[in-house]
């Protein structure tokens, strides 16, 4: 597997969100709770910004903005000139109780995003799950505590989420049209309650395996596309949040943490770090988002 390091200096209480721009080829990730957007180069070197809300993701645009997904709504941020993010969007039905949490984008360019309870007001299932085209926020699934693990298939047709819930733990799947942005009726993926960690944030790799970061396990975990674990990374930190293929070929895992809940002395230097890893397997490209992000 090759080395395991950390790249930078920033420790994130909550770092979330891990997405690669290949225009810059830099990471992005944020800081959930300072709040912050990150950004880290591969020489370490590392940019905050800080955030006017808590933010919970962030991907790219063609034009170099990007989209970062905060409490009340969608940002427009565009780290190469001096100004403020700018609200542009949000659903209607989005209560001051909610707010934002893991994300993705489908291969036509539309946002792929799930909402959760605020965590401060405790936990309750009614959490969503939303395509947004730059236009129009469709509501794909409900009943979620903590909408998680979002990632297309290599072609585009299946659609898998997670719910990192204590008492949930689970994956699922469904047929996707990228076409008409059309969801099948779900089925259950894997049940993780056997496993090591609860599922969070993942990634796809270009044969279709589906990578899950293990909150709480210190591990990515392969699935193969028919729901078999195939292999288990270990990380230097208790509380991977999610993966990201980065790099040239994308040959490289980097891996957000969180640090405020670990508990492992061993793997404390690396809590709330980027982990940086060599990809057994390359990753498959994510597409901007390519709705219209003017406020």
Known sequence: MGEVKTLGAYRAQVGEGSWWDS?????????????????T?????QT????????????????????????????RFDPDKDQLPKRFAAPDDLPETHRFNDLTVDPAG???????????LGPAPTGKLYIFDGACWTVIGDGLFTPNGLAC????????????????????????????AMLGSPSLFCDMKTLRGRPDGAAMDVEGGYWIAAVGGGCLHRFLADGRLDRTLELPADHPTKPAFCGLALDRLLVTT??????????????GSIVSLAAPVAGMHLPDFRGPVEP
């Open 23 to 39: 225009r810059r080829a830099v990471h992005w990730s944020v800081d959930i709770f300072a709040p912050a957007l990150i950004r």
């Open 48 to 75: 905050i910004w800080p955030m006017p809300e808590m933010a919970a993701g962030v991907v790219t645009t063609p034009g170099g903005a990007l989209v970062i997904a905060m409490e009340t709504g969608l940002f």
């Open 153 to 180: 298939a290599p072609d585009g047709r299946t659609l898998y989420w997670s719910d990192s819930a204590p008492d949930v733990n689970r994956i699922w799947r469904s047929d996707y049209d990228p076409a008409s």
């Open 258 to 271: 969180l640090s405020i809940r670990e508990s492992q002395p061993v793997a404390a230097h690396a809590a």
């Open 110 to 120: 539309r946002l792929i995003i799930g909402t959760m309870r605020k965590s401060a």
């Open 41 to 45: 180069e591969w020489t370490g070197i």
